[in-house]
């Protein structure tokens, strides 16, 4: 199928100087941020250490909650703090998902990965609660009959229990690296291209984990992204796992919360998805509308005559024909809306789903416009609040 129209999608301008994606890699060795403190034989000890009565641990942490790897007697010299069990659980240190015991998630990095999992999407996961998160856990408490305060407190942290390890670790395979290529920077060079894929191995983790490129530097600081070779292991949110399966009776969109509400046939919020809307505003539907079509894998007709200072346009090339992939500008995933040239899809730049920066449709990530796709139907209505 071909998506046309006002895409809610604006490609970076050959003639702007904004001409690379978010998630493009510099040239930068990322090493370790590991701290080692030299061994001190006897040294004063300073007060309000909290290291007293360890057994068996050389992990403490900062003030400012960096990592630190040394003995007991050099950590008291600094005023250290032992790491508690949620800290040892939280990005930047190994968890076996075969040794891990289901309990409720302990700090933010693990209620995103909970809510992610059970259809309320806190966007791109980085270990920090924000307002996506916040709207996330304000779904997830009115759907389980919780006191609704966008905070995760313990009986929502309860609900929201862990039946496996948020992070885990995985080795990237050489089919996977042969699914990457370099993206065309002008839309005559991406309409030769016989699919448009990640860009970097970096682009293709993020997406696949539903993360932030940036998060997945930091939680990896030793990978050089931009040469990463067959076998290498990788941290990453576990997020590979079924979701509920969900029929959507109604899909609600509000604009000026730039959020996707999908409600069942018991009229329950049973999922919650961040998303973009049109620039302007008489570019935004409102109102009734429907799923009219479903594609999820569609190709892109460029029409130069909605971008007039293309040079596609100014040399009268005609319209040109995207294949699909993640980094079409509809991404993965197309869903028609029956007013015309509408739609709700994905989006080759997910880090920037929640703005008002679209032509007029309605713009997600790509991994929850196909989990969305497989919530609805042509008919499913969706109804467009301001």
Same mark, same amino acid.
């Given at each position: 199928?071909?998506?046309? &129209? ?42 309000? =250490? ?7 641990? +050389? +992990?403490?942490?900062?003030?400012? *909650? ?7 007697? #050099?950590?008291?010299?600094? *005023? ?6 949620? =800290? ?30 059970? &259809?309320?999407?806190? *966007? ?36 929201? @229990?862990?039946?496996? #390890? ?24 991406? %309409? ?25 530097? @930091?939680? +990896? ?18 997020? #590979? ?5 969900? @029929? ?32 302007? #505003? ?27 200072? %293309? ?5 009268? %090339? ?6 699909? *992939? ?14 015309? %040239?509408?739609?709700?899809? &994905? ?23 196909? @989990? ?6 042509? &008919? ?7």
């Amino acid at each position: 199928m071909t998506a046309t &129209g006002m895409l809610g999608y604006w490609l970076k301008n050959p003639d702007t100087v904004e001409v690379e994606k978010v998630v493009k890699v510099p040239q930068i060795v990322y090493r370790t941020n590991t701290v080692e403190v030299p061994t001190a034989t006897k040294p004063p000890v300073k007060s309000g =250490s909290q290291i007293s009565g360890l057994q068996s641990t +050389n +992990n403490f942490t900062a003030t400012r *909650g960096v990592p630190v790897h040394t003995n007991r007697t #050099a950590a008291a010299a600094i *005023g250290l703090t032992a790491l508690d069990g949620a =800290s040892r659980d939280a990005p930047g240190f190994n968890v076996a998902s075969v040794d891990f015991t289901p309990r409720p998630p302990k700090t933010d990095f693990e209620i995103q990965v909970a809510l992610d999992r059970a &259809g309320y999407s806190p *966007g791109s996961i980085d270990g920090f609660t924000g307002p996506q998160t916040q709207a996330a856990l304000i779904a997830f408490q009115h759907n389980n009959g919780l006191k609704v305060t966008g905070i995760a407190d313990i009986p929502t942290k309860e609900k929201l @229990r862990l039946e496996q #390890a948020a992070l885990v670790a995985r080795t990237i395979t050489e089919s996977e690296l042969a699914q990457v290529r370099p993206l065309g920077k002008s839309w005559t060079e991406k %309409s030769k291209q016989e699919s448009l894929a990640f860009e970097s191995v970096l682009e293709m983790l993020a997406e696949q984990h539903h993360c932030s490129p940036r998060y997945l530097m @930091r939680i +990896n600081p030793t990978i050089v992204w931009s040469s990463v070779s067959a076998n290498t292991q990788v941290k990453v949110p576990n997020t #590979a796992m079924p979701g509920p399966a969900i @029929r959507a009776a109604l899909i609600h969109i509000q604009l000026a919360q730039r959020l996707l509400d999908v409600y069942d046939a018991d009229n329950k919020l049973v999922a919650r998805f961040p998303c973009s809307i049109a620039t302007k #505003a008489d570019k935004r539907p409102v109102g009734d509308l429907t799923i009219t079509a479903i594609a999820e894998q569609a190709d892109y007709t460029f029409n130069p005559a909605n971008f007039p200072s %293309s040079p596609e346009a100014r040399s009268g %090339s005609g319209t040109l024909v995207l294949q699909p *992939g993640p980094n079409n500008p509809v991404g993965t995933t197309w869903l028609s809306l029956s007013k015309a %040239s509408y739609g709700i899809h &994905g989006t080759p730049d997910p880090e920037k789903v929640g703005r008002t920066t679209s032509l007029g449709c309605f713009r997600l990530s790509n991994w929850n416009a196909q @989990r969305l796709a497989g919530m609805v139907e042509v &008919g499913t209505p969706v109804r467009v609040d301001p």
